[in-house]
């Protein structure tokens, strides 16, 4: 049942929930200070958008619940219930606990179990992937809370051209941005991609060939402790919490010394040698985000393990990211990687987790091609687009001079498409 809200824009709508979600909810608002409309908005939005879905929850004893949603929501929240064979208050429930776990209170917030682990990849080059995993970074790493201001102001200032090529509407953006908690995060980048494209963007030096590196960590040749391969990026905007373990052009020889390894030593698992690697690193960071190689080979199958959901991690909290462009090629290049994806998941009995595909320098002046290709990411069934990043000369620059995005240009577009990647991946 609905009915007008007196200020427009919205309409009060009846429905049930047992008393303690009821209370739980209210509590839950009045720590994080947002109105319980606000709240219900963005769980249902959320709710609706995820293809994670949830078992059903024991309503017995719900009692009477009212809210304002926006004009529209509640009618798309019901066509949602039944196409999920769900009654409007279990699809509510749902809704509410689905927030309330992704919403804790302050008092309860730990540091996760799990460092976050976000591999950037597709077997197709030149798509992005460096600027990718660098803007997402960027945006774990810089000063807590300025994002999300800056992401807020970015969504609402967005045209009605540009929120259709996102295919989303501002209230489901804002929603998003409403459960922002990227900021304030120690990240460690990794250069995983022996062509050193996101070491040399950074000004940083890349390792020397037949130098202790990730490579040598991966193959079971370590002399020393991996931590002191590590490099900070030292801008002010990340308060020393962004740094970037080097790439190496031996990782072009990985492949073949994986194999090699494998051969030799017996219990060798090719898929574990990025996870065998980086384990010591975990304890010193919330985040790793990797820029993967151009390939499907076993260095990509170990990217894809790392990747893989861990016991009681939660779904879309680590996973896969990928960049695209809109033109065929880059189909092909994603149905390869998504094969690869979904081998590896069978062959391990994995949990990998797509957390969204970024359609990258995007130009609608190449017309009808990049029009349609656009249409047709958004069209895949199994897997959402989260962000579209135009292609602008800011990055261009940022390049040319050595500097990290979201300090050089903390306020641009560019910058706040970044934020907007990680405010939607794995939602």
Request: aromatic letters at 6%; one cysteine or more.
């Amino acid at each position: 049942m609905a009915s007008p809200y007196p200020e427009g824009d919205r309409e009060k709508v009846a429905s049930k929930l047992p008393p303690a979600l009821q209370q739980e909810l209210k509590i839950r608002c009045a720590e994080l200070g947002l109105d319980i409309k606000d709240a219900a908005t963005a769980a249902i939005t959320t709710w609706r958008t995820s293809s994670q879905f949830e078992r059903d929850i024991d309503t017995s004893g719900a009692k009477s619940f009212s809210t304002w949603l926006p004009l529209g929501l509640y009618d798309g929240f019901k066509a949602t219930c039944s196409e999920r064979g769900l009654s409007y208050i279990q699809g509510l429930v749902q809704s509410i606990r689905a927030w309330l776990d992704d919403n804790p209170s302050p008092k309860e917030v730990t540091r996760p179990a799990e460092t976050r682990r976000i591999v950037v990849c597709n077997q197709k080059g030149g798509v992005g992937k460096t600027t990718i995993s660098a803007g997402v970074a960027e945006a774990h790493a810089e000063a807590d809370g300025i994002g999300a201001k800056c992401l807020r102001n970015f969504v609402e200032s967005l045209t009605e051209i540009e929120l259709e090529r996102l295919n989303r509407t501002r209230e489901q953006l804002l929603a998003v941005v409403a459960d922002y908690t990227a900021g304030g995060q120690r990240v460690l980048l990794i250069d995983y991609d022996p062509q050193l494209h996101l070491s040399n963007q950074l000004g940083i030096p890349a390792i020397s060939v037949g130098e202790e590196s990730l490579v040598t960590h991966m193959t079971g040749e370590p002399r020393g402790d991996i931590r002191d391969l590590v490099v900070p990026i030292e801008d002010p905007r990340f308060g020393g919490r962004l740094h970037v373990l080097p790439g190496t052009r031996e990782g072009f020889l990985l492949d073949s010394k994986l194999a090699l390894t494998a051969a030799q030593s017996r219990g060798f698992q090719k898929e574990t040698a990025l996870e065998r690697a980086l384990r010591p690193l975990e304890e010193d960071y919330d985040v790793i985000v990797i820029d993967s190689p151009p390939s499907l080979g076993l260095s990509m199958d170990a990217g894809l393990y790392y990747a893989r959901r861990r016991p009681n991690e939660k779904p879309g909290r680590s996973g896969v990211l990928i960049p695209v462009q809109s033109e065929d090629s880059s189909a092909d290049a994603y149905q390869m990687l998504v094969d690869q994806i979904d081998d590896l998941r069978d062959d391990l009995h994995l949990e990998i987790d797509l957390l969204g595909i970024v359609v990258n320098l995007f130009d609608s002046r190449r017309g009808y091609i990049a029009t349609s290709s656009l249409e047709e990411w958004h069209n895949l069934e199994d897997q959402a687009v989260i962000a579209v990043v135009d292609d602008l000369k800011e990055q261009r620059e940022t390049v040319r001079l050595k500097k990290p995005l979201l300090a050089y240009v903390p306020e641009s577009k560019q910058a706040n498409v970044m934020r907007l990647i990680v405010a939607g991946a794995g939602k």
